[in-house]
């Protein structure tokens, strides 16, 4: 981890990468995404503030969980949400 961000990305060990390219919520309506997330508590893969459902805020809002990565290909950082903190791995 190479900036010190949050207390809740520094406690990340391992970081989660997607199961599927593909958003789980999306997928179940039928819609489109732009960029993919992964949660880093749950592992769900979830679309980004720039796609029209925003899944992966809903998400971190709904479930409490903190922190998501980024699950785009070449894109090594994580964002927590509570803190608007981004980091690095
Ligand atoms: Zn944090
Ligand atoms: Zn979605
Ligand atoms: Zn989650």
Redesign the pocket.
Known sequence: MSAAA????EAISGVKRPKARECEECVKIGAQWVHLRTCQQCGATLCCDSSPNRHASKHAHATRH?VIASAEPGERWLY?F??D?FAEY
């Open positions: 949050c207390a809740h990305t903190p927590c509570p803190d903190a």
